[in-house]
């Protein structure tokens, strides 16, 4: 009995002695835990997937028929795609915020590319050479205390603009119209907003953001400290310059619609130099600069019900200086070293919407002498940078809120050949196109 008792106070006694112990442990992973809780708490995460599928059903023209722009007459041209968004932002603090984007664009299981020299698709994934994951967005915001003044810097928004957000029944998804910026660029910039001036419902903001374009020489002797030069032996500036001054006014519940937007966008990029290519020597000195005014102005739930109309016109500049080279000594869309060319862009886009279905509509012309530059379109054949006449239609059957898919059919009817090295021209142009695409937004 006396043992059992000993035996007992021993086990007793040391259970005691690692009491504290084990809280202690506990305190401090509970500590930890809490800190690390509190860190994710300031993420969040989201993410868009799209499959698409085209079929260019034609693509012909018999005039032109030269060297530059030669004819071409294919049919069922078919295309599958996919592109996945992954979105980390971050509330930092209060006053600082943090937005990315990582993106990865790809066809499917591409075999071979003409022109290339190889396609590495298929053992891309652990080829451990290179991710293929493009930093799309990356920008910190920085609000300035009781001035309505924000600044922000970085790879900013400036795709999938209005009207982009019609096609699958989504709000509003980029800053910039899509008529104006569709590429994505890096700079920085001040908004303002001055929303507590105006009466209620109304909203208004001013924003001016600068976009330099970087230029510079990667050689092995002297990265950075050498100057770049052209086909000429010039310099050629570092840093090209480019502005944008934009002003957002927005107005909600009005007895005729749900909200009306209205965007007016002047933009300019210059000195940007254009190297010789495909066989040509590089003896020349070409720079182009590229601006416009755009003016986008859309309607949404008009009388209160699902239609939704959007109108974007743009007012495109395209300066070109210098030539190509000295075997083709002409400038960027004309035959002269010097020339600014001026066109203009009309896009009328609608939607109707009725349950989970969306029925809607495009119409595009583009002038002669238009210019519209867009990496991030969805389409392969630059539809909203046709220089004529284009028609879109589709049908768009929501699964879920966040589960849109969506066929569609474009028609392009050119007048003019799209600007290239040398003048346009008068063309017979014409593509078709037929498309299914899925997106699931996360």
């Known amino acids: 009995m006396k043992n059992n008792f000993k035996k007992i106070s021993a086990a007793f006694i040391a259970g005691m002695l690692m009491v504290p112990t084990v809280n202690a442990a506990t305190l401090e992973e509970r500590v930890s835990e809490l800190e690390a809780n509190q860190s994710l708490n300031i993420f969040n995460f989201s993410g868009m997937f799209q499959t698409r599928f085209d079929d260019i059903l034609k693509a012909s023209q018999t005039t032109p028929n030269t060297a530059g722009n030669p004819a071409f007459d294919n049919s069922d041209l078919t295309y599958l795609r996919m592109k996945f968004q992954f979105n980390v932002d971050a509330n930092i603090s209060k006053n600082v915020k943090f937005y990315s984007r990582l993106t990865t664009t790809k066809h499917f299981n591409t075999f071979y590319q003409q022109d290339l020299a190889a396609a590495t698709d298929l053992t891309s994934a652990n080829s451990y050479r290179d991710s293929h994951v493009v930093l799309e967005k990356a920008y910190a915001d920085f609000t300035i205390p009781d001035t309505g003044l924000n600044f922000f810097i970085g790879r900013l928004p400036t795709v999938d603009g209005q009207p982009q957000n019609y096609k699958d029944g989504r709000a509003r998804m980029g800053t910039y119209p899509m008529l104006s910026y569709n590429s994505v660029l890096d700079g920085m910039g001040l908004s303002y907003k001055l929303d507590q001036y105006m009466p209620e419902g109304h909203q208004l903001a001013l924003r001016g953001l600068y976009t330099p374009f970087g230029q510079y020489y990667a050689g092995s002797n002297g990265t950075y400290t050498n100057a770049p030069t052209n086909g000429q032996g010039a310099n050629v500036k570092t840093a090209a310059p480019g502005y944008g001054l934009m002003i957002d006014y927005a107005v909600k519940d009005l007895s005729w619609a749900d909200n ?27 720079t182009i600069g590229i601006g416009g005014t755009t003016l986008a102005w859309e309607l949404n739930g008009i009388a209160h019900s699902g239609w939704d109309l959007s109108l974007s016109y743009l007012a495109s500049k395209l300066k070109s200086n210098g030539i190509l080279s000295s ?73 879920a809120q966040n589960v849109a898919f969506r066929v569609g059919y474009m028609l392009q009817d050119y007048d003019y050949t799209p600007a290239t090295v040398g003048a346009a021209s008068a063309t017979d142009r014409k593509i078709e196109t037929a498309y299914a695409n899925l997106r699931m937004d996360f």
């Open 260 to 286: 009306m937007g209205l965007v007016l966008l002047n933009f300019q990029n210059s000195d940007l130099y254009i190297p010789a290519s495909g066989g040509l020597s590089d003896t020349g000195n070409l």
């Open 327 to 399: 075997g083709a000594p002409v400038g960027f869309d004309t035959n002269s070293s010097s020339d600014e060319n001026k066109g203009d862009v009309f896009l009328l886009s609608t939607r109707y919407t009725l349950g989970t279905w969306i029925l809607g509509g495009e119409w595009v012309h583009g002038s002669e002498d238009s210019f519209y530059y867009a990496t991030a379109a969805e389409e392969l054949t630059n539809f909203y940078g046709t220089r004529g006449e284009g028609y879109h239609l589709y049908v768009t059957k929501k699964f």
